[in-house]
């Protein structure tokens, strides 16, 4: 069973930074593409960043689009998500996500609140 742990959430003022990490193990990371996806009270979860099992294609939602950097460690079956210039309307929980063998994995989330 492929695990996806997140960490790195917590509370910080707009304008701030928190650098979100996703370690996953029992996969064969390296050849997944990777995703963050986020979920504020009330809404749907959305796609906030996504790459490629290389690192060298990456995509954003317009909405962190020049705030957000999403990368990779394969050495170190871990991704992160950089995120800066902190907004409240970030305050979400962020969860990590990829596919092998037709399965769609999640991890739990961390939680981010953006907030004075």
């Known amino acids: 069973q492929v695990q996806l742990v997140e960490s790195g959430g917590g509370l910080v003022q707009p304008g701030g930074s928190l650098r979100l990490s996703c370690a996953a193990s029992?996969?064969?990371?390296?050849?997944?593409?990777m995703g963050w996806y986020r979920q504020a009270p009330g809404k749907e979860r959305e796609l906030v960043a996504h790459?490629?099992?290389?690192?060298?294609?990456?995509y954003y939602a317009d909405a962190v689009k020049g705030r957000f950097t999403i990368s990779r460690d394969n050495a170190k079956n871990t991704v992160y998500l950089q995120m800066n210039s902190l907004k409240p309307e970030d305050t979400a929980v962020y969860y990590c996500?990829?596919?092998?063998?037709?399965?769609?994995?999640w991890g739990k989330g961390t939680l981010v609140t953006v907030s004075s």
């Open positions: 996500n990829t596919g092998a063998s037709g399965i769609n994995y």
């Open positions: 029992r996969i064969i990371f390296s050849i997944n593409a």
């Open positions: 790459i490629n099992s290389g690192g060298g294609s990456t």
